[in-house]
């Protein structure tokens, strides 16, 4: 999906996020003279600088995987000694204080994984009415270049650097 603008791109850069169930999704972020246009897969937003109210770079450390991932593994770590105290003498004893952790161990790694891989930052672009725009990616300086060229645009200094660059000629 390919949308044509008639101005002329002053910055493009690609972002990505992994998203929660580990795909990756890509897109492509262009900031022109008075737009800027986000380009992912299956979905395009047009946003005016305009109506730019706020700009928010933020860590999103995803703690609610973590936390879980250590509970299961505290969890894990009790039942096997408490298997390597009362012994296996049973299935329901050999369900209880072997399968079981065993299951857990592999919940929390996973879990533990995920929230390595899903953490990133995120930009946020408070529009007027309060609507947001999020741009996530793994690299904090994607985003910062992303900010500072909203800004210049927003503050005009690309049309004065235009007006400037004509005036001379």
Do not use: H
């Not at 609610?64 to 593994?73: D, E, K, V």
């Not at 009362?86 to 919940?107: E, N, Q, W, Y």
Request: aromatic letters at 14%; hydrophobic letters at 50%.
């Amino acid at each position: 999906m390919e949308i044509t603008i008639p101005e002329r791109i002053l910055f493009e850069t690609e972002v990505y996020e992994v998203d929660d169930d580990l795909r990756v999704k890509r897109g492509q972020v262009r900031i022109t003279e008075s737009r800027i246009m986000f380009e992912g897969s299956g979905n395009a937003k047009l946003v005016y600088i305009s109506g730019i109210q706020m700009l928010e770079i933020k860590r999103e450390e995803r703690w609610g995987y973590l936390m879980a991932g250590g509970i299961f593994l505290v969890s894990a770590v009790v039942m096997y000694m408490f298997g390597v105290e009362f012994g296996i003498r049973s299935f329901l004893s050999a369900m209880f204080f072997f399968i079981l952790p065993t299951v857990f161990l592999l919940i929390s790694l996973l879990l533990l994984y995920w929230w390595f891989v899903t953490r990133s930052y995120l930009l946020e672009l408070v529009t007027n009415f309060g609507k947001k725009v999020r741009i996530r990616s793994r690299n904090r300086e994607d985003l910062v270049e992303i900010a500072n060229a909203v800004e210049l645009v927003k503050m005009g200094a690309v049309r004065m650097l235009q007006r400037r660059d004509k005036s001379f000629v």
